[in-house]
């Protein structure tokens, strides 16, 4: 058997899936914090609710609506894109302009309304749900078994993460996003509807974490806490990734996802610590975030 | 004929939070003409400027651009009423190169200039299209400001200080630019502290102090009021 350091070489791969696998999630759920935080100045703690929300939507359409798996991925981060809109329209938009802890504090507390919601209709017992039987199974890649829902999660959530970059860097909406990050006051003057594009932001970074959630429901349960317990990472990635810049957020997600996964192999009780120990030393180092820029 | 300018300012107060630093601001811009603002730093000018665009925290009084209010208007609407403006910090966008800065603008009417035109006017740019916005030097920024609203195509520019802290050349393309814009039919309301500068664009001047409009007179009695003027402004 090939071993690696001292670790059987099929046992380091299964854990760098499953490293790139919780990194893909750390991405799609990072990238839209670091897209709101960068235009709308707050620092949406009902991230992690959305996220769980979407697992939800995903979970009551194919238990009781009977929806398929491939549709809950369209339809569940749409329901989370309106609940967010909605939210950012009546409750948000009156905080702007104020201390960013004033958003915090009501993102903070619109999580645990959801939150506590969710356990009381359902408990915190997760509920199970299928993995899609045409990804069911795995692949013999000879130094591996590759389970192919854990591959298709990855492959499509850096497709989105890299659709989103495209769209941020290229386009002209993007641009008008990007002008909007900088001077949102002299881009309306100019005649963009700014308003209607902090909507459309809170909402496009709420249907990321929507699809997370669709994403990770055959996977992990479905649970009211299972966003609770992701999002305090998912802070610590944004901060590594520097706040605001879209490809720190894709790169120091896969790199934590790995890194974690790596700890787990080789010092299991540190895998815990990892996010946080990366985070001390890159604010340590660059305080700013690994590609943060100056402001 | 009835007298029916193109932006109609009429008894403008304005605060800047709890400041209150326009104390009734009335002005009139004729279709076609270029108005100028003189006065010593801090009497209101930008904030004139400011308010008609709708920057102010807080704005009292009638501001008309062809007619419509524009006062509680929502602040984005304000541009398809046909204002084009260029801020006194030129307000690039430094992270968006040249040519997204020039794209940016949504088209407010079919005035709006061509690429080939807006580089030909300012051959600079079109050298620079690629580099990030804030990498420009302040000649550069300013022209990139004035091509970025005429991408818009308004009927009125609103200029703060075009010519701020630039070198006498650039001040002078800067000019040429804006009488080629003229002799175009642009309507123009200018404020600028270069007083020579001003008096070779404008047709009429309004003179500020203490947030208020004290004197207004047209260029060819500027002469005559030449000691007011200096002694008001200082030049």
């Given at each position: 058997m090939t071993m690696i350091f001292g670790v059987p070489l099929v046992a380091l791969a299964s854990q760098l899936v499953i490293g790139l696998f919780n990194g893909a999630f750390y991405a799609l759920l990072s990238l839209g914090l670091g897209v709101i935080f960068g235009l709308l100045r707050v620092v949406n703690f009902t991230h992690g609710a959305f996220y769980t929300v979407g697992a939800f939507a995903a979970f009551l359409l194919t238990s009781y609506a009977g929806f398929s798996f491939w549709a809950c991925l369209v339809i569940a981060p749409l329901i989370v894109a309106a609940l967010a809109a909605v939210l950012e329209r009546s409750l948000l938009r009156k905080l702007y302009g104020l201390d960013a802890l004033y958003g915090l504090l009501l993102t903070f507390g619109i999580a645990l309304l959801i939150e506590g919601l969710l356990q009381f209709y359902f408990g915190v017992a997760g509920q199970p749900y299928q993995v899609p039987a045409l990804l069911s199974g795995t692949s013999n890649l000879g130094f591996m078994f590759l389970p192919h829902y854990r591959a298709f999660a990855i492959a499509v959530s850096l497709l989105l993460c890299l659709l989103t970059w495209l769209i941020i860097e290229y386009t002209s909406l993007g641009a008008k996003l990007r002008a909007a990050t900088e001077n949102s006051r002299l881009l309306e003057v100019f005649g963009v509807n700014v308003p209607l594009l902090l909507t459309c932001t809170y909402a496009f970074g709420g249907a990321l974490a929507g699809f997370a959630g669709v994403i990770a429901a055959p996977v992990f349960?479905?649970?009211?806490?299972m966003g609770a317990n992701l999002i305090i990472v998912v802070f610590a990635v944004v901060i590594i990734g520097g706040l605001g810049s879209i490809t720190g957020a894709i790169v120091s997600g896969l790199m934590l996802g790995t890194l974690e996964a790596l700890a787990k192999v080789y010092?299991?009780?540190?895998a815990n610590l990892v996010p946080f120990l990366i985070m001390a030393v890159v604010l340590f180092l660059r305080p700013r975030g690994l590609f943060g820029k100056g402001e | 004929m009835r007298y029916d300018p193109l932006l109609w300012v009429e008894n403008l107060q304005g605060w800047y939070g709890e400041s209150h630093i326009l104390h009734g601001v009335s002005l009139s811009v004729p279709r076609a003409q270029t108005i100028a603002i003189l006065g010593r730093?801090?009497?209101g000018k930008t904030s004139t400027l400011r308010g008609i665009v709708g920057l102010l925290s807080r704005a009292t009084g009638s501001v008309r651009m062809n007619g419509t209010?524009?006062?509680?208007?929502?602040?984005?609407?304000?541009?398809?009423?046909?204002i084009g403006y260029v801020p006194e910090e030129r307000g690039?966008?430094?992270?968006?190169s040249v040519q997204e800065n020039l794209d940016l603008l949504p088209r407010i009417s079919d005035r709006g200039m061509s690429l080939e035109r807006i580089f030909d006017l300012f051959p600079n740019l079109k050298e620079r299209?690629?580099?990030?916005?804030?990498?420009?030097s302040g000649g550069e920024q300013q022209m990139l400001s004035i091509a970025r609203v005429l991408r818009a195509g308004p009927e009125l520019l609103v200029l703060d200080e075009p010519t701020e802290g630039l070198s006498p050349v650039i001040v002078q393309h800067i000019g040429r630019v804006l009488n080629a814009l003229k002799k175009d039919g642009l309507t123009m309301l200018l404020v600028e502290q270069n007083f020579h500068f001003a008096r070779h664009l404008a047709d009429h001047f309004y003179l500020m102090e203490e947030g208020r409009v004290v004197d207004d007179f047209a260029a060819r009695d500027l002469d005559a009021r030449l000691d007011t003027v200096s002694s008001l402004i200082g030049v």
């Open positions: 349960q479905v649970s009211p806490l010092w299991p009780p540190s | 730093n801090g009497v209010e524009l006062i509680g208007m929502p602040r984005h609407r304000i541009a398809y009423t046909g690039i966008y430094g992270s968006l299209r690629r580099a990030a916005g804030g990498t420009l």
